[in-house]
């Protein structure tokens, strides 16, 4: 083990060892990282679109507990250590392991705990094999401290072409392992070896393709300066992440796995979207802020064409799954799922906004300003809450939980703009001007796309039109307004065609 006054010796004679794959530009790891995402994305979406159509509701609402405990545990695993380094304009390989120290102790006692507590949590809920599937999905938790810190060491070299393709090849595996294991009538296993399989394989891939592996070193100042930090990122994950679970568990506890179920159904395929885009923000724009925090003028700049382009992809996708969502379920998911279709409605208007809160909230960190985040994450949470305290023992409702997201999400949208008018001067005017633009096309794109329901068609034939429909009119619109973010992506478009080109030629 190293010691802490060994740290200067030890950095002067290691320093941060330099990944194997060329860094990228911020564009270019934006691109990378999109790739990443919407490749993981449509793979995931038609891996679930198969399981679910193989599986009953009842396997998903056991998984769907297990899953909330675990993700509480990964809070503390994976949220602040690797964050903490990533914002740092200056790391060593000391900080990585140290880090991977300190969150693969941590991962190692929760994992023992929730060992211990399965029995009481399967009681307690009343679902047969929860306790077995809790410990079996545990195992995950050692996996991502190691992931965790293999990640920041790839985004602070915005080597993201490594994302790409450690993320392709698990979910990809992951994907064929739990669709075959449904198809022979695993049930409820067949999710918990897809769930399990996606970390290990990506963990596998990263151990060949990032350039970091752990090694026994640990320094007492680096753990300082680490957990300072990230002591108030994990705090904020910690809170944002109960505000989310809190509402499934009462929903599983007082409601039912069935109406679980759909809940989460309905939160999932909007969030497949969002998820992937968020991740792929976040990932390169974390580093690239960090850099930034100097100028704060270019930070700025850099923020709001994030947003932009963000919203851009996003907004789009939402309107039309929204107005689509029930040919969708009819057809996809088959009828047994139809009870969905009102939350997942609920939570495509949710994510609308999404890009902008990330963008911020990174930009936020990347200044060093992990306690406004947490401030923020605790004023929105404890409104979270309070709307499900309200829905669930008030009205009874699993419906008006769903619509408290909503009111969530547009208070979480208030305080980020606050702050980021505050700290970074992105003034109020400038981020509604932002995203004025494309959420007027979007709801001109959603209308156009919702008349087609008056052609009088099939089910399957509608939904096909109206996905056409929705492309052409939101493309039409953007090439005529002349849409910036459009423009940025048809130019990355031509120059990928052109390299092609001309290596077809060569």
Not at 452 to 466: D, H, K, P, S
Request: glycine share 6%; net charge positive.
């Amino acid at each position: 083990m190293v010691l802490a006054n060994d740290i200067t010796k030890m950095r002067s004679k290691q320093g941060e060892k330099k990944l194997k794959t060329k860094p990228n530009s911020i564009k270019g790891g934006l691109i990378w990282s999109f790739g990443e995402r919407i490749t993981a994305q449509l793979v995931t979406t038609v891996v679930s679109i198969v399981l679910a159509r193989l599986l009953d509701p009842e396997h998903y609402g056991i998984v769907a507990i297990v899953i909330i405990f675990i993700n509480l545990c990964n809070v503390f695993v994976t949220s602040g250590f690797g964050n903490a380094i990533v914002q740092q304009q200056k790391a060593s390989s000391i900080d990585f392991n140290t880090a991977f120290a300190l969150s693969m102790t941590i991962s190692l006692l929760l994992y023992f705990l929730l060992f211990l507590v399965s029995p009481l949590i399967e009681r307690y809920y009343a679902m047969d094999d929860l306790a077995i599937v809790l410990r079996v999905m545990a195992l995950r938790l050692p996996l991502a401290a190691l992931n965790s810190i293999q990640q920041a060491y790839i985004q602070r070299q915005m080597a993201f072409k490594s994302f790409f393709i450690a993320t392709l090849f698990g979910t990809v595996v992951s994907g064929i392992v739990g669709v075959l294991l449904a198809f022979h009538g695993y049930g409820v296993w067949a999710l918990v070896a897809q769930y399990l399989t996606n970390t290990t394989v990506d963990t596998i891939a990263l151990w060949f393709i990032c350039g970091w592996k752990p090694r026994f070193q640990y320094s007492r100042t680096s753990a300082k300066r680490i957990v300072s930090f990230g002591w108030r990122l994990l705090a904020s994950e910690l809170v944002a992440t109960l505000e989310g679970d809190i509402r499934t568990l009462i929903v599983g506890k007082v409601f039912g796995s069935s109406d679980l179920a759909y809940y989460e159904e309905g939160k999932k395929y909007p969030g497949l979207v969002v998820t992937n885009i968020n991740a792929a923000i976040s990932k390169v724009m974390l580093p690239a802020y960090s850099k930034q925090q100097e100028n704060l003028l270019e930070l700025k700049n850099t923020l709001r064409k994030t947003i932009r382009l963000g919203v851009y992809i996003l907004a789009p996708v939402m309107v039309g799954f929204m107005v689509v969502s029930n040919g969708f379920v009819s057809i996809i998911l088959t009828e047994k799922w139809i009870l969905a279709v009102p939350y997942i409605r609920i939570f495509c208007i949710c994510y609308f906004t999404r890009p902008l809160e990330t963008s911020c909230r990174q930009a936020i960190l990347g200044i060093g300003k992990s306690d406004i985040i947490f401030r923020i994450m605790l004023i929105v949470n404890i409104f979270a809450l309070s709307t499900v305290i309200i829905a669930v023992f008030a009205f009874k409702s699993v419906f008006l939980i769903a619509i408290g997201s909503l009111l969530t999400t547009v208070l979480s949208v208030v305080c980020y703009g606050y702050y980021a008018n505050r700290l970074l001067g992105y003034r109020i005017k400038e981020q509604i001007g932002d995203i004025a633009q494309t959420f007027m096309m979007c709801a001109f794109m959603g209308i156009c796309v919702k008349c087609v329901e008056l052609i009088g068609c099939t089910t399957m034939m509608t939904l096909i039109i109206q996905i056409l429909v929705g492309i052409f009119v939101y493309v039409l619109l953007s090439k005529t307004t002349k849409n910036d973010s459009f423009n940025y992506l048809l130019n990355i478009i031509k120059k990928i065609v052109h390299k092609d080109s001309q290596l077809s030629n060569m």
